[in-house]
């Protein structure tokens, strides 16, 4: 009990400083970002909302979205995607969202980019209203457009390690 008070507290005090590190990166490459499908500067975004899901929030899941003024709503440690719950400040930031939405970019911290079954239902729900669903894993993406039903994965990242595969 007392854990995840502090865990709570701990979150609430990290929230502008995270939210806003994520709203920086986007700002300083708005103009560059792709969503269908990611590019260079798509994915240094992508990877501070990973930093920032896994490093600061200690894992817990994080999800950006971007809607077509190039807005961005962030919330976190939701058990389903486009829900605000505790983060409804968010939806009171600026002008109202507007849609179709660029992108819903949410992460997986247990490290595998894949679309749960709440994810699909979400998906199958927002389809016409959504251009891009990204979910972001460890090092790999899984970018997914409804309307086409293309998909894309990806791994990336620092080519350091023995990228081989499992042996
Ligand atoms: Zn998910």
Request: glycine content about 4%.
């Amino acid at each position: 009990m007392e854990t995840k008070q502090i865990n709570n507290e701990k979150i609430i005090e990290n929230e502008i400083d995270w939210k806003q590190h994520i709203r920086d990166v986007h700002n300083d490459m708005a103009d560059d970002i792709e969503y269908l499908f990611p590019n260079n500067s798509t994915e240094a975004f992508m990877t501070a909302i990973w930093k920032m899901s896994v490093d600061l929030l200690e894992r817990i899941e994080v999800m950006v979205i971007v809607d077509n003024k190039d807005d961005l709503y962030i919330s976190s440690g939701t058990p389903s995607l486009v829900s605000f719950k505790d983060h409804e400040d968010e939806l009171k930031i600026g002008d109202k969202m507007k849609l179709p939405l660029k992108c819903c970019i949410h992460t997986h911290p247990s490290g595998k980019a894949y679309f749960s079954d709440t994810d699909w239902n979400t998906i199958n729900t927002w389809k016409s209203d959504i251009e891009s669903c990204i979910v972001l894993g460890k090092n790999e993406y899984l970018a997914y457009n409804p309307k086409s039903k293309l998909a894309k994965m990806v791994h990336y990242g620092l080519l350091e390690n023995n990228l081989r595969g499992e042996q």
